[in-house]
Structure formats: C-alpha cells, structure tokens
C-alpha cells in the first residue's frame, strides 16, 4: 500500500511548511490535487492519512481531495479529449495513441488552511 | 473570534521524495555515471535480464548494481559473481524503491568501489506494476518489462507504469509457442499509452532481440554524452535475429 508512503512525503512537506512558523499552526484542512492518472486511490490516502495524524500536531487537520480527471489532446485532430481505457486511451475522433496529457497526473499539496 | 488562514503550496505531494531523487541525480552526474530505473511485476525476468545485460556490456562498461527486494537477497546473490558490485536493498514491507533507499544503496556502494569509476548504475526495483512508477529515485531511464504470460492488456490496465518507462523490453518471447499472446497486440498496447517509447521483444534466455536493447542503451549513453571505458563490442551470442513488433 503505497499511500503509506505518500502519507509520510505529505507529512515531511507539512513539517517542512510548520517549521517556517514562530509559533506551530493548528492545521484545519489540507487540500489536495489527485490526477485520476496516477497510482494513488484517494480513499487510501485518507485512510493512511487518519492513522498517521491521530495524537500528533495534525490530529486536528482533515484532508480535502479533489480529483482531477485524465484530459489528453490529440495532435492529429487538436481535440482535448477524455481517453477511455476500453478505447486504449486513443482519441476518439481518429484513434491517435494517447500523447499530450493535459491533466490528470497531479500530485500536489495545493492549500492549506490551518489558524 | 476564529479566522483560519490558507496557505497556497502548489507543491508536490511527493516533494520530499522528489528533492531526494534530485539530490541522487546530482550525485549520478557528479559521478559520470547513467542510472537505470529496472521495473516490471515480479516474474517478469529483470534479474535474467540484467544477468545477460552485464554479461554484455562485460569489459566495455564499469557498472554496478543495486538490488531491491521486498525479503531475501536471493536476486543479488545471483548477480555476485558476474564482476560487478551488487547492493541488496531489503525494503521489508515497502513495495518500491524510494530515492532515499537509493540514497541509503549509494553509501553501501562507495563502501565497495568509487562510483566515480562506473559507467552504469542499474537499479532492479521491487517487482510491481503500480508503486515503482510514481516514485522517482533520480534514474536518467526507466526501463519497464513485461513477459508474454502477463498477457496482453497489461499495458492498459497498469497505464502509468508503461507511460512511464523511456523504453518496454517484452519479455520471454522464447514462449510465444506455448502461450496465446499477439506480440503485435501487445506492443501497440503500450504505445497507445507511451507512443515515443522504445519498444523491443527480447528472450533473455535465448538472447534474441537483445542486440535490439543493447543497441537501443547505447543510443541513450551517446545522447547523454556518456562515455564508456572501451568502445561497445557485443559479445557475439548476443547477436541473434531481431524479433520484431508489428
């Protein structure tokens, strides 16, 4: 279960961002982008994210995933399209193999809300 | 009266990893030398593979290798013996190879040569197709294999992996015979996710198609400007009729 150790990346980079502060924020919310191609399970990682946090200085803090779907743009058609797995990922006007991918691989700590 | 305050980050989730992984690249170039991330499910052949690799590239590249596995150092014990040095990376529970268990392998390597004398640095991941893909440990190439019994549609149902990888070596071709996979399929799979990606069929235990991928490597090292201790001769069991995707 890899979310495991993507719950420990997060925790280092939240560290990292609390040990910028005075005086140690209370984190209310982390907010996060999950491109829907990659290999994380947004369930997972709140699951992992729950067990890590609990007695510690984020045991406060929840975690807001937003997803974001897998968009490609084809360069034979210049159309932006959604690429199907049952249609092996191909633009659906003309059947080009999946190249430019415009989202959807996102990883990122995008806010945090804390007081 | 409560007011939260929000911080916009934009950063990476896996930024730790990342800055790890860069600090292991800068090390890699530092060195001179070219790592290659080897990654595939288990029972794909990485080892056979880089068995007949070093074999090779034997007396014309100074390499060496770090070894991952989940338990055993039963991989690594294989490759001591082929003249190079091998580090097992016992991960326990982890299911990948993080750039920090890398940078861990590094400093057990330097304990056994100077990295600065290799040319090649070959990392043989955990066998699995979902983790590996997503944490970088600072490679210059990812090297993704998958065997004829995995079946066709692996490409498509582990798409980051194989969008991933620089090059896909489509492993035990010598089983083609007995087992009712289209090679043809198979590669055009994986060039529906990763269209630009090299794409060979190889046997390690025949050796065919490997000249294909040996050739291919090279092509990678000479765009890299990398330079090896002797010119390239490939030893000639090496060369064998390719076999083609189509």
Not at chain 1, 37 to 54: G, H, I, N, Y
């Amino acid at each position: 279960m890899h979310e495991v150790d993507m719950t420990r990346c997060l925790l280092q980079a939240l560290e990292d961002w609390r040990d910028q502060h005075p005086v140690q924020p209370c984190v209310e919310q982390v907010h996060l982008l999950v491109g829907e191609f990659t290999c994380v399970e947004p369930s997972q990682l709140r699951l992992s994210f729950a067990a890590a946090v609990k007695d510690t200085w984020l045991a406060a803090a929840q975690l807001s995933i937003t997803s974001v779907p897998l968009v490609g743009k084809c360069l034979v058609c210049g159309n932006s399209y959604r690429p199907d797995p049952a249609c092996g990922y191909a633009s659906p006007c003309c059947g080009h193999p999946m190249e430019t991918i415009l989202s959807g691989r996102e990883l990122k700590i995008q806010r945090i809300d804390y007081s | 009266m409560h007011m939260s305050i929000s911080d916009t980050m934009n950063i990476s989730l896996l930024a730790a990893n990342d800055q790890q992984a860069q600090h292991n690249r800068q090390q890699f170039d530092a060195w001179g030398l070219f790592c290659i991330n080897v990654m595939s499910s288990p029972g794909a052949g990485k080892t056979i593979l880089l068995e007949q690799t070093l074999r090779a590239l034997h007396g014309t590249h100074a390499m060496a290798v770090l070894e991952g596995d989940m338990t055993t150092q039963l991989d690594a014990q294989r490759l001591t013996g082929l003249g190079v040095p091998v580090v097992p990376i016992t991960t326990g529970r982890a299911c990948h190879l993080d750039a920090a268990m890398v940078s861990t392998g590094l400093s057990l390597l330097r304990q056994q040569c100077d990295p600065a004398s290799l040319d090649l640095l070959w990392v043989e991941n955990v066998g699995n197709l979902v983790c590996p893909a997503e944490f970088a440990v600072g490679e210059h190439c990812k090297l993704a294999l998958l065997s004829v019994t995995e079946g066709e549609d692996k490409p498509l149902k582990y798409p980051v992996m194989f969008r991933e990888a620089d090059c896909v070596l489509i492993t035990k071709v010598d089983l083609l015979p007995h087992v009712p996979a289209d090679l043809g399929r198979m590669g055009r799979h994986v060039r529906q996710i990763n269209p630009h990606c090299g794409v060979f069929p190889v046997s390690a235990l025949t050796g065919a198609g490997l000249g294909d991928w040996l050739a291919w490597l090279g092509q990678q090292l000479l765009a890299q400007g990398r330079h090896h201790r002797n010119p390239p001769q490939h030893p000639g069991g090496l060369q064998r009729p390719s076999v083609t995707v189509t």
